[in-house]
Each structure stands twice: as structure tokens, then as C-alpha cells.
């Protein structure tokens, strides 16, 4: 069995587009958000929360509800 490893260009990729996501979400624009993840976008909630894995449409309800929730209601927008 083969394990490929990102190159540096990759991983250079993959924390740019974090990046690009996070401001985004953090500027609470959320056009900016959506064009941050890429197609077939897999979104994955705390452990603890026990959720099976997020499709674009699912994170972004996930990501609605968590921001009307009263312990994150201070560092999110409601959409």
C-alpha cells in the first residue's frame, strides 16, 4: 500500500483556502463562506456531537444552528 503525502504546495493550498474561509465566516459574509468550500465540500462537527459527516447544504444548517445557539450566539450571525 502507497500513502501519498501532500506536498508543501499542497498543504500551502489547504491552509490558504482555511484561511480564505475562516475570514470569511469571521466577516459574516456568508457568499464569501460558501465560495470558500469546494464542491462536494465534507463538513465534519465536534466528535462529542456525534453528527455523521456534513454535505454543503447540511454544514450550512449545522453552521446556522451552532450561530443561534446561546453559548455561540456572541462570535456568530444568524443567516
Sequence with gaps: MTIET??????AQNRLAARQW???FNAR???GEADARATGYVG????????PAL????WV???GAACASS??????HAS
Design 61 to 63: 444548517a449545522f453552521l
Design 55 to 58: 454535505d454543503g447544504d447540511a
Design 71 to 76: 453559548r455561540v450566539s456572541d462570535c456568530c
Design 6 to 11: 501532500p506536498s508543501a504546495s499542497a498543504s
Design 44 to 51: 465534519h462537527a465536534p466528535d462529542s456531537m456525534h453528527l
Design 22 to 24: 475562516v475570514e470569511a
Design 29 to 31: 459574509d456568508d457568499e
